[in-house]
């Protein structure tokens, strides 16, 4: 597709559990950016990926999330051990930031994530 | 630190009225850019529009238009004649980041709940 994908759009987890987000951004997309959103809330910044690297993961909330970005191109959010406060929609985006420039992020339609 | 206050949480207007959205930004950048997205029930961010911090100059499309004030570090978004399918949660975004990493993700509001009645 066109467009920036994620999956799963939902999952529910225990408590305690471990999940994997995955994130497909637009083919060719540089930048690739991870959000958290919750209920009522805007998307606050997780982590971003410059290709393969992680050039900025200050908004991730513990140590128990972490992301990967291995090719360049799929992005996985993990979160271990999750925690009721963990539920939230997490949005993935991807721009093609040109050097100099700043581009508009295109998000995905988001993984919703609910944690009992 | 980049803020961005959206102080309107909800509005419901009548189809056809003109309807606008507040945005007010802090920022100790020189730089920066200013976006709207609007959130329809699906979920999926729509991206509406990017101004930068050096141009001023209004913008209109169609149906929409913003007004970007420097002096008084506000971005607000109106829409004319509103329609029902406007009816959306709109969020302000600030862009940010160590200009080292080149992030400049994005700070955004807590959004403002459109409602378009017809």
């Known amino acids: 597709g066109a467009g920036v994908s994620q999956s799963p759009r939902y999952k529910v987890a225990k408590r305690g559990q471990d999940v994997a987000l995955r994130c497909d951004p637009i083919?060719?997309?540089?930048?690739l950016f991870w959000y958290q959103q919750a209920l009522g809330q805007g998307p606050e910044f997780l982590t971003y990926f410059q290709n393969e690297a992680q050039l900025d993961k200050s908004g991730l909330p513990s140590d128990r999330f972490f992301a990967e970005r291995p090719e360049g191109s799929v992005s996985t959010l993990k979160i271990q051990r999750t925690q009721q406060e963990d539920s939230a929609v997490y949005l993935c985006?991807?721009?093609?930031?040109?050097?100099?420039?700043?581009?508009?992020?295109?998000f995905g339609p988001g993984t919703r994530l609910t944690v009992l | 630190a980049q803020k961005v206050t959206q102080a309107q949480t909800e509005i419901s207007v009548v189809e056809k009225e003109d309807v606008t959205l507040d945005c007010v930004y802090e920022?100790?950048?020189?730089?920066?850019?200013l976006f709207w997205y609007k959130q329809p029930p699906s979920g999926e961010l729509v991206f509406l529009i990017r101004?930068?911090?050096?141009?001023?100059q209004n913008e209109i499309s169609g149906r929409y238009s913003w007004n970007f004030q420097k002096s008084t570090s506000s971005f607000n978004f109106t829409i004319t004649a509103s329609q029902v399918v406007d009816s959306a949660v709109y969020f302000c975004?600030?862009?940010?980041?160590?200009?080292?990493?080149?992030?400049?993700?994005?700070?955004f509001g807590t959004g403002t709940r459109l409602t378009v009645i017809p």
């Open positions: 101004r930068n911090s050096f141009d001023e």
């Open positions: 920022t100790r950048d020189t730089t920066y850019y």
């Open positions: 083919s060719g997309h540089v930048s």
């Open positions: 985006a991807s721009s093609s930031r040109l050097a100099g420039n700043i581009n508009e992020q295109f």
């Open positions: 975004a600030l862009s940010g980041g160590p200009p080292r990493t080149g992030a400049n993700n994005l700070f």
